[in-house]
């Protein structure tokens, strides 16, 4: 009943730029704190960025800091992650995920997980 489902993922070339969106239905995220996370093949899952719920922080794993962004929108219960200066080390399916606690970059402090979405970076 609560979901989540990403969106905006496709084939970029390096140094192109992607935004993935990430749509809430059967509850609103207006108090969830949103991470985004990434999974390459035969890897594990990894913290991507999160936003907070209350006052919109956000936060950023080292290797993203300065090209991804992350934003939310709770009037259309989206959260979005803008990707620029992409990279072929960005390459993975991408998740996004909701808790109703502060931000975390941990994937199993999240209950609720979208699907996926494919983000390939090559020329």
């Known amino acids: 009943q609560l979901q989540l489902v990403e969106s905006g993922g496709g084939l970029v070339q390096p140094g192109g730029s992607l935004r993935l969106s990430c749509t809430a239905s059967?509850?609103?995220?207006?108090?969830?704190?949103i991470g985004w996370f990434r999974q390459a093949p035969g890897k594990e899952r990894e913290g991507v960025s999160c936003i907070t719920s209350v006052d919109g922080i956000t936060y950023y794993v080292d290797s993203v800091k300065g090209r991804f962004t992350i934003s939310r929108d709770n009037a259309k219960n989206t959260v979005d992650l803008q990707m620029n200066s992409l990279k072929p080390e960005d390459t993975a399916v991408y998740y996004c995920?909701?808790?109703?606690?502060?931000?975390?970059?941990?994937?199993?402090?999240?209950?609720?997980w979208g699907q996926g979405t494919q983000v390939t970076v090559s020329s």
């Open positions: 995920a909701a808790r109703g606690y502060g931000c975390s970059l941990y994937v199993r402090a999240y209950n609720h």
């Open positions: 059967g509850f609103t995220l207006d108090y969830y704190s």
